[in-house]
Nanobody, 129 residues
Framework: QVQLVESGGALVQAGGSLRLSCAAS????????MAWFRQAPGKEREFVSG???????????DYGDSVQGRFTISRDNDKNTIYLQMNLLKAEDTAVYYC???????????????????WGQGTQVTVSS
């Protein structure tokens, strides 16, 4: 089992920045994918960003179109934690942000929520305009 704990959600003004964290604990795997999804009220869960890794391979990173150029995902191996640095926030970024993980190095499937085995409880991000 893998446990994911998100933190960092807050109320912020449009144009501001936030950094979300997702700490993973439990089993370790030789390959892994962790990602951020978000869900606003009345909308489907949306892929935000993901990062994968496997032994001997370079990390693969992907972003959703709506956050490309504004958000940056990163990983701290020692802390088993990923981060989402969110800059130039917009009102439409308001959502519950979920961390997801899967014991596979996802590539084309990285943006599909159905591919992920583990989910965090979510953290609320609210951007006021």
């Amino acid at each position: 089992q893998v446990q994911l704990v998100e933190s960092g959600g807050a109320l912020v003004q449009a144009g501001g920045s936030l950094r979300l964290s997702c700490a993973a604990s439990g089993r370790t795997f030789n390959s892994f994918t962790m990602a951020w999804f978000r869900q606003a009220p009345g909308k489907e869960r949306e892929f935000v960003s993901g990062i994968n890794w496997s032994a001997g391979s370079t990390n693969f990173i992907d972003y959703g179109d709506s956050v490309q150029g504004r958000f940056t995902i990163s990983r701290d191996n020692d802390k088993n934690t990923i981060y989402l640095q969110m800059n130039l926030l917009k009102a439409e970024d308001t959502a519950v942000y979920y961390c997801a993980a899967d014991p596979a190095a996802l590539y084309d499937a990285m943006s599909r929520a159905s591919e992920y085995e583990y989910w965090g409880q979510g953290t609320q991000v609210t951007v006021s305009s």
